[in-house]
């Protein structure tokens, strides 16, 4: 049981639009964003999980955007002052 869960919690899932790209990763954060010649130019995180803050690979990985700098995802959690749900997921506001 914990091995599916390690798997479920480390894998994400994309839904491609026109113009967003939909990031739903369960129990962490559902996120759209949009890229330009592969970096981030828009970024927005819609909704926190419960584990949205727990440090691990998926949350450090670095993202490129498009004004040259490298970001992961806790750091513009934090960076936007966002807290974790409890147990629930929490909307983001005005994301």
């Known amino acids: 049981k914990k091995r599916v869960r ?24 559902v996120r759209q964003y949009h890229t330009d010649d592969d970096l981030i130019s828009e970024h927005h995180v819609l909704g926190l999980g419960e584990y949205a803050l727990k440090p691990d690979a998926l949350g450090e990985t ?29 909307l983001v506001k005005n994301a």
């Open 62 to 90: 670095s993202l490129a955007f498009t004004d040259g700098s490298r970001r992961t995802i806790l750091d513009e959690i934090s960076h936007h002052g966002m807290a974790h749900a409890n147990g629930e997921w929490q």
């Open 6 to 29: 390690a798997i479920f919690e480390s894998t994400c899932y994309h839904r491609y639009t026109e113009w967003w790209i939909y990031q739903f990763c369960p129990d962490k954060w």
